[in-house]
């Protein structure tokens, strides 16, 4: 039976209507909406990398929950027929499981196993698919507010969050230490690995209280949570990169997505202003619940730098899934400004 066939017996969606995503650059999984009707909707996930386990999987998807049954505003996880959150059968089993799988760990027969979830649809669009404007007669900084507030919700929860025994999404550290990299990143580029192995090191020595560091999405941007444009709501999904890791991260995800609404000015001082104006709202909305630690808000342009080389390493890993060769100015600007210790935001003087 096909992977898809399977699903849809194993989540109840005999009557809907599953109609597959169109893959983004770098994309983890194969990603189907099931409607019902014009009035149901949900977001079926079939993921079969190889690299994950079935305790990453359930970790994901028990946070996920824990935030939506404590108010967060994110699409929850929706068990199985079987009461399950997620799913598995055997990749060797399903004549589909090799359009999914890769590379990482697989069973004695060489095929990966598929995990299997669903998730609520998040009410809403994203801003790409609207042009990127905001909701018609409401100003821009309602939605960086809003932003901030949303993302505050995610992290006040997540700092009270127990995971279950033996259901636990990896440290930072697990996967961005310089092992890692040395193995990912090849010789030819020295200069960057000795840059991001002195950043990393300057990473161990940041403070991992509770306040400070936790369960954080990773990919906190704009092409992972709906808008609604009737009232401004934001709803997030997509923690498929949840990790242990300081909440600063995706503050400073955030302030770097800024550059998008500034790109058109040249100069490399006033995009900078623009973008932390941008950045001061969405601080504001975060602040309506928690707070961030002076010491670590301080340290804001070590956080872009975080973010630069998590970027990085993305767009390295991409390559290695392809069996191709990275295209060097996909990551020039980011390189650069970590070889050569320059604000990313005043990197160019003029617009690529």
């Known amino acids: 039976m096909k992977t898809l066939e399977q699903a849809v017996k194993l989540f109840s969606l005999q009557n809907y ?3 597959e995503i169109e893959d983004h650059e770098g994309g983890r ?5 099931c409607s019902k009707g014009g009035e ?13 386990s079935e305790n990453d999987y359930l970790a994901e998807s028990e946070f996920v929950h ?7 505003p994110v699409a929850d996880v929706i068990p199985s027929a079987g009461g399950k959150f997620v799913e598995i059968i055997d990749g060797a089993d399903s004549s589909e499981a090799s359009d999914c799988t890769d590379s990482g760990a697989a069973g004695d ?20 698919d609207n042009a990127y404007r905001y909701r018609e007669g409401a100003p821009l900084t309602e939605y960086f507010f809003n932003i901030g507030k949303t993302l505050d919700k995610i992290h006040a929860l997540s700092k009270n969050f127990e995971p279950v025994a033996g259901h636990r999404r990896p440290d930072y550290f697990d996967k961005y230490n310089i092992g890692f990299i040395n193995q990912l990143i090849p010789d030819k580029y020295s200069e960057l690995k000795s840059a991001i192995a002195a950043r990393l090191e300057t990473f161990r020595t940041l403070p991992t209280d509770a306040q400070s560091y936790g369960l954080v999405h990773f990919d906190f941007s704009d ?7 009737d009232t401004g709501a934001i709803t997030v999904f997509d923690f498929d990169n949840c990790l242990y890791c300081w909440y600063m991260f995706d503050l400073a995800n955030l302030w770097l997505h800024n550059e998008g609404w500034c790109r058109h000015e040249s100069d490399p001082g006033k995009r900078f202003k623009l973008m932390q104006q941008c950045f001061d709202l969405q601080l504001q909305g975060y602040k309506t619940e928690t707070e961030v630690p002076d010491e670590l808000q301080e340290k804001l342009p070590l956080f872009i ?23 060097y100015e996909d990551i020039e600007d980011a390189a650069e400004c970590l070889i050569n210790g320059i604000p990313y935001a005043e990197f160019r003087k003029e617009e690529a």
């Open 17 to 19: 209507d599953c109609r």
């Open 29 to 33: 999984n194969k990603i189907f909406v």
């Open 40 to 52: 149901k909707k949900f977001v079926l996930r079939i993921s079969a990398m190889g690299d994950r």
């Open 66 to 72: 824990y935030l939506a049954e404590n108010g967060a």
């Open 109 to 128: 027969d060489g095929a990966a196993p598929v995990f299997i979830s669903l998730f609520e649809y998040a009410k809403g669009m994203l801003l790409a």
């Open 223 to 229: 092409g992972n949570y709906h808008i609604d444009m």
């Open 305 to 327: 730098d975080m973010v630069l080389i998590e970027n990085i390493v993305d767009e390295f890993e991409c390559a290695a899934r392809e069996g191709q060769e990275l295209d």
